[in-house]
């Protein structure tokens, strides 16, 4: 994607039809209401499904790789 293929796109009007919402919304409020908790929904549930099935994942994972500044052992 390129950037001129989306200039604009915060001031645009998206008409949304069920089952999803029905109106019409800005482009901040798209994403910001309906595009950003839907990530972190798939995000959060797709960790969960892997910690039930036995995935040694965990909040580090989830997170990334941050380097600890002050303070005790987080490990």
Known sequence: MQPDEIAGARSHTYELTPPIVRGWFGGDDYIRHL????????????????RHLGAKIGKRD????????SGGDYS
């Open 35 to 50: 595009v950003l908790p839907d990530f972190f929904f798939h995000i959060s549930i797709a960790h969960a499904i892997l």
């Open 62 to 69: 989830y997170l990334g790789n941050h380097t600890q500044q």
